[in-house]
């Protein structure tokens, strides 16, 4: 069954410090996978999207790294500002198709 | 040029009516997705449009769903006799035809209450 698994389910950390957010998915055949940022009442925003030849893209303070073997990703993000409280999706998109598979995210609050 | 655009943002319907949920594509994307996100929980994929086709509707609940991408206007997603269970936020991303990665750009949604 293609399933995405994030973790932890939510988090809290005072602005300024660092924080990382796991993801492990079972899609297969793997195509890439992608972290989007979705705040509150809106829709989700990309933030990066990483094939299974690389190992790490960074956008901004945000910087994803997969391994394909272990078929795990994370989201660190640097320096948190208060506008990073969101929650933080972890997709993948099988190589067949345009279906993408969502993870339950991980809802960061950053607090001042 | 525009992003995504759904409407209405919010919409209310009592049990036994119809919703009707509309979505224009970004200009020059012929792609278009529907997603549903229940509360608490994350995204699921409904069903896959292009112009005047659906590709693949396997997310879309047998009865009551239904989903269009005509030639002309924006793409539809009608819920008919609704059920308090279809309340939830329901997002549509589109794509061009040649999209790199298949990176899809979601609109803001439409959060659906069924009173």
């Known amino acids: 069954k293609n399933q995405v698994e994030q973790s932890p389910q939510s988090l809290i950390i005072l602005e300024g410090k660092n924080c990382t957010l796991q993801c492990n998915y079972t899609v297969s055949p793997f195509s890439n996978l992608r972290w989007y940022k979705q705040d509150t009442g809106r829709g989700p925003v990309s933030l990066t999207i990483?094939?299974?030849?690389?190992n790490t893209k960074s956008n901004g303070r945000y910087t994803a790294t997969l391994d394909a073997d272990t078929k795990q990703s994370s989201l660190h993000i640097t320096a948190s500002q208060l506008s990073d409280s969101a929650s933080y999706i972890c997709v993948a998109l099988k190589a067949a198709g345009n279906k993408l598979t969502f993870g339950g995210g991980t809802r960061v609050l950053v607090k001042p | 040029n525009a992003g995504v655009m759904q409407n209405p943002r919010h919409l209310v319907r009592r049990r036994g009516q119809e919703a009707r949920l509309r979505c224009s594509p970004m200009k020059g994307h012929s792609h278009v997705y529907w997603y549903r996100q229940l509360p608490e929980e994350g995204l699921k994929f409904m069903v896959y449009l292009q112009k005047e086709n659906i590709i693949d509707e396997s997310g879309m609940p047998k009865e009551r769903f239904s989903a269009e991408f005509p030639k002309e206007g924006p793409s539809i997603l009608r819920i008919q006799q609704v059920v308090r269970g279809d309340s939830a936020a329901y997002f549509c991303?589109?794509?061009?035809?040649?999209?790199?990665?298949?990176?899809?750009?979601f609109g803001p949604g439409t959060r659906l209450t069924v009173l």
């Open positions: 991303a589109s794509s061009p035809e040649l999209a790199v990665h298949n990176e899809q750009f």
């Open positions: 990483m094939t299974f030849s690389e």
